[in-house]
């Protein structure tokens, strides 16, 4: 009797320790499944309309706080030729300048510095400014940026 007990008891520890581990390999390889199934979602961008050509001159820059609540900043360095980056450096988030003289973006902090294309020139940041789509239409100026999460 005491034997078919203390079987009885192996039998639900070892299920138990069966279904301890496989259970969460299950949802492992469910989650796995999904992601390859389920398609990726790009961030959701928008469209916004940022300035008018004739209120940035050539060779000027602009900060900007978009309607979405992104700090951006541009440059104009000709008559079509727009940029607009995130102006929040990327190494610990201070809000970096255009320096028109050095045609650079300078962040005071700690001496960060991107070219014209946003990339890193020196300093400790880590990537380059992010840069979003810039599209003219007659004096606007559109520029697609990310929306913030709710
Ligand atoms: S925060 Fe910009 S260089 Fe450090």
Redesign the pocket.
Known sequence: MSTTASKDRRDFLANLALAVTVIPGLGVLASQILRYLVPYEPPKTSEVLLTRLSQLPIHSSKPFKDVLGNELIAIRLGEEDVRVFSSI??????R?EWRQTEKDFF?P????RFDTSGQVVS???PAPLPSYEVRLEGDNVFVTVPEKEA
């Open positions: 450096c990327t190494h610990l988030g201070c970096v962040c902090c700690h001496l960060g300093g400790p940041p």
